[in-house]
T-cell receptor, first 115, second 114 residues
Framework: AQKVTQAQTEISVVEKEDVTLDCVYETRDTTYYLFWYKQPPSGELVFLIRRNSFDEQNEISGRYSWNFQKSTSSFNFTITASQVVDSAVYFCALSEARHFNKFYFGSGTKLNVKP | SAVISQKPSRDICQRGTSLTIQCQVDSQVTMMFWYRQQPGQSLTLIATANQGSEATYESGFVIDKFPISRPNLTFSTLTVSNMSPEDSSIYLC???????????FGPGTRLTVT
């Protein structure tokens, strides 16, 4: 079974719209970490955030915000007032305490922001 | 954070040949990893590059196909051996720094096998 599911394959929005990227994970560990990475067309992976399983506080960083809900095993990512430069593939990833360095990546969501 | 460089950035290779990809980090890191991203797919961990010992491979990946070296704390190589078109992928080096649990990724090597 997939440990990380990103059901949205591709999303298109118009600039300045808000957009939420969904991430659902599955693990039996009580200690784990969740991540979001951005992969622009250049191909490089850019680290966005890490959240551990004991910290359910939502986080905001500029136009980015993350909603972590253990009750629904979700770690969603919202971009407010999207911009063309936000166009990229976004990956959600999970690592578990028992094998911390192994990342399970979701299939990614391609975000297209149109001017 | 760590600055990671990879060489080559891209290459087109013929079937049956081998390519060695280099990963260089600007600081000493505890862990180094190699990932593969097949076209339109997500990332899959190939192996953990261990300094001074054999790499630890994930299920589905073997040393004969993907030999890895890590001679020191800032450098690693991945060789893709006896290539076939199915090996066409982006290969990414990743590192984990000693101070955080964050993994940083290199720019990737885009490999096309014809």
């Amino acid at each position: 079974a997939q440990k990380v599911t990103q059901a949205q394959t591709e999303i298109s929005v118009v600039e300045k719209e808000d957009v939420t990227l969904d991430c659902v994970y599955e693990t039996r560990d009580t200690t784990y970490y969740l991540f979001w990475y951005k992969q622009p067309p250049s191909g490089e992976l850019v680290f966005l955030i890490r959240r551990n399983s004991f910290d359910e506080q939502n986080e905001i960083s500029g136009r980015y915000s993350w909603n972590f809900q253990k009750s629904t095993s979700s770690f969603n990512f919202t971009i407010t007032a999207s911009q063309v430069v936000d166009s990229a593939v976004y990956f959600c990833a999970l690592s578990e305490a028992r094998h911390f360095n192994k990342f399970y990546f979701g299939s990614g969501t391609k975000l297209n922001v149109k001017p | 954070s760590a600055v990671i460089s990879q060489k080559p950035s891209r290459d087109i290779c013929q079937r049956g040949t081998s390519l060695t990809i280099q990963c260089q980090v600007d600081s000493q890191v505890t862990m180094m990893f190699w990932y593969r991203q097949q076209p339109g797919q997500s990332l899959t961990l190939i192996a953990t590059a261990n300094q001074g010992s054999e790499a630890t491979y994930e299920s589905g990946f073997v040393i004969d196909k993907f030999p890895i070296s890590r001679p020191n704390l800032t450098f690693s190589t991945l060789t893709v051996s006896n290539m076939s078109p199915e090996d066409s992928s982006i290969y990414l080096c990743s590192v984990e720094t000693a101070s955080t649990y964050e993994q940083y990724f290199g720019p990737g090597t885009r490999l096309t096998v014809t």
